[in-house]
């Protein structure tokens, strides 16, 4: 892996996959004995959860919860 211009490195797909990293996941990266670690981050929650709160608040259009449900189960 190569350090870009702005500090960033790009993790191979096949190591997210492995660790089971995903688009929006919080890492750290942590100093021990002159070794740099990306660890995932203990406060990130669940990746439902960070979806959960990044949606909160964002539905338009006036629907009743009687009505998204009928949307959703289709009837």
């Known amino acids: 892996m190569r350090v870009n211009s702005k500090g960033q490195v790009t993790i191979p797909a096949e190591l997210r996959e492995k660790c089971g990293l995903h688009p929006g996941d919080e890492v750290d990266v942590v100093e021990e004995d002159g070794i740099l670690r990306?660890?995932?981050?203990?406060?990130?929650?669940?990746?439902?959860?960070?979806?959960?709160?990044?949606?909160?608040?964002?539905?338009?259009?006036?629907?009743?919860t009687d009505q998204i449900m009928e949307l959703l189960r289709g009837e």
Do not use: F
């Open 38 to 64: 990306i660890v995932r981050r203990a406060d990130g929650g669940t990746r439902g959860e960070r979806l959960a709160r990044r949606m909160r608040g964002t539905a338009t259009g006036g629907m009743s």
